[in-house]
């Protein structure tokens, strides 16, 4: 008889049999597999539903959004405020946005002056808030300037800083009763102070201000009344010693420089050693023309400060519409370049020969740099103020 083993080919079913062992073989890891994996998903849910891990992410996605905020707020502050409170990391409370402004670090010295100076209702609340942030009691007006000057920086427009230099001098009269008959004295003993610091420590300022000078410049303030001497002797001894120092931004003050330009587009310039025309991008702003080779570009190649600098039409054979800056004493005009490799080296033009595009631009040009150019507003604001005090005197009397 015949023995049937099992594993025989010659009876056809061993084979039928290992392929069943690999199947349930391939199905064990299968399962096992599955098993693994419901493993991992019951060890991650948990994390997944748990309070702290979700208020965790909820921190992260806030954090990135109000760092977000500040970086629009240095670029635009109207647009980062508006971002910050639509998203609700900021409340649209006066108190809340100026304690944001004087305490939250990052944010742009520049673009907070240039938020408080707005005329808005909303943004002349901040900044009388903003300003009560600051305790100025027991402190004399140099004191009390050099803190206030360091949490922003003065923008450039008359009726900005005429705003918020009132606002200081109410708060320090505020802090400090009885030292100044008026607000309106200390707000001209004020500009008074800054442009004393100017004349002191600006090297193009030969003609340096003397104490009797400044003395003699501020009698008659205090409601018609002199101010003690000695008041105005410590005052102009600390400035002598020790000018105010102004707050540096972080790496994007030149971004933010030509963020909002008086004038910003295309002109032609005309070279001053190679004597060709050349199309540049000009941006006028803060009392200086910046040129770029393109408009992308993120450095000026050249800068040229306005002060003491006159703009008049030129009748030019080779193109029309021009404009000369030149420095009517017949001096070299104090501005400078980049070369190619990068170097910074002063320019030698006696003045500089431009060309618009049409005689409407060459106007518009001209006006805009005139305006520009015209004398610091720090006068204009303390001569109204003056008068302002010895008219009122004089009507009392």
């Known amino acids: ?62 954090s990135r959004k109000f760092l977000r905020g500040k970086k629009k707020f240095n670029m635009e502050p109207k647009t980062g405020v508006s971002y910050l409170v639509e998203n609700n990391l900021l409340e649209w409370r006066a108190e809340s946005v100026a304690e944001f402004l004087y305490k939250e670090e990052g944010l742009n010295k520049t673009a907070i002056g240039n938020f408080l100076g707005e005329r808005e209702e909303m943004h002349l609340e901040v900044l009388r808030a903003f300003v009560g942030l600051h305790e100025f009691s027991d402190l ?51 500009f008074a102070i800054i442009m004393l610091n100017t004349s002191l420590h600006n090297p193009n300022v030969k003609d340096k201000p003397t104490l ?44 933010l420089t030509f963020f909002n330009p008086d004038r910003e587009g295309w002109l032609l310039k005309i070279g001053g050693r190679i004597k060709t025309w050349k199309r540049r991008w000009f941006i006028l702003t803060d009392s200086c023309l910046y040129y770029f080779e393109y408009t992308t570009d993120k450095d000026p190649i050249g800068i040229i400060p306005l002060e003491n600098l006159c703009v008049r039409k030129l009748q030019d054979t080779s193109k029309k519409y021009c404009l000369e800056l030149y420095n009517p004493k017949g001096q070299k005009i104090k501005a400078c370049k ?18 618009a595009a049409s005689e409407e631009e060459q106007d518009d040009w001209i006006d805009a740099i005139r305006a520009s150019i015209t004398k610091d507003p720090f006068y204009d604001l303390v001569s109204l103020r003056k008068r302002k005090v010895i008219s009122s005197r004089s009507s009392k009397d």
């Open 1 to 62: 008889m015949a023995i049937c083993r099992k594993d025989s080919f010659l009876w056809g079913k061993a084979p039928l049999k290992a392929e069943t062992r690999q199947g349930e073989t391939h199905k064990f890891e299968l399962l096992d597999d599955i098993q693994k994996l419901r493993l991992e998903i019951n060890h991650i849910m948990p994390e997944t539903h748990n309070p702290k891990t979700k208020e965790q992410n909820k921190n992260v996605a806030r």
């Open 140 to 190: 004399n007006l140099v004191q009390a300037l050099r803190q206030f000057l360091w949490s922003f920086r003065l923008p450039g427009e008359a009726q900005k800083i005429d705003r918020m230099m009132e606002a200081f001098a109410a708060r320090y009269c505020d802090c400090n009763l009885g030292v100044f008959q008026s607000t309106d004295t200390c707000y001209i003993l004020s």
């Open 212 to 255: 009797q000078r400044f003395v003699s410049m501020n009698r008659g303030i205090n409601n018609g009344e002199d101010l003690p001497t000695e008041l105005l002797t410590k005052l102009y001894m600390s400035i002598r010693s020790e000018p105010f120092k102004i707050p540096e931004d972080d790496g994007n003050d030149l971004t």
């Open 338 to 355: 980049t070369e190619n490799k990068g170097k910074v080296v002063q320019g030698k033009h006696q003045s500089y020969k431009l060309s």
